[in-house]
């Protein structure tokens, strides 16, 4: 009976510690990711349309996660699809070259949203 008991502290210790440290904290969205720069682009060796651009981290602290979202418009400005960017581990001031594949007929791309985890 004292085994059972000392394995389930054991394991409600580990979940509540597992728990607690899943939850990245948002950092807001765009306030600590700068965007230098960003086209659309083909992958000459692959041959795949993509956004690709630079982006840098302006906060003090490292981001765990950063998301760039985009909008792919056609030529009369409707909203057909989406692709978005995803980096980890940008420590304080580094710059990232991100890439964004695109899967559909599209005649621009804009910025919808950022967002970053510390």
Do not use: C
């Not at 054991?10 to 086209?39: C, D, H």
């Not at 956004?51 to 009369?76: Q, T």
């Not at 699809?81 to 594949?101: D, E, V, Y």
């Amino acid at each position: 009976m004292k085994t059972i008991k000392t394995a389930l502290l054991f394991i409600a210790t580990l979940w509540i510690s597992v728990a607690s440290a899943a939850q990245p904290t948002l950092v807001g969205e765009g306030k600590n990711v700068q965007i230098k720069e960003y086209r659309v682009d083909v992958d000459p060796l692959a041959g795949v349309i993509q956004v690709v651009g630079v982006a840098r981290n302006i906060g003090n602290f490292a981001l765990s996660n950063v998301f760039i979202e985009f909008n792919l418009y056609d030529e009369s400005g409707t909203l057909i699809g989406n692709t978005i960017a995803h980096g980890m581990n940008l420590t304080a001031g580094r710059w990232w070259k991100f890439s964004a594949p695109i899967t559909t007929k599209f005649n621009y791309a804009e910025i919808a949203k950022i967002t970053a985890y510390q």
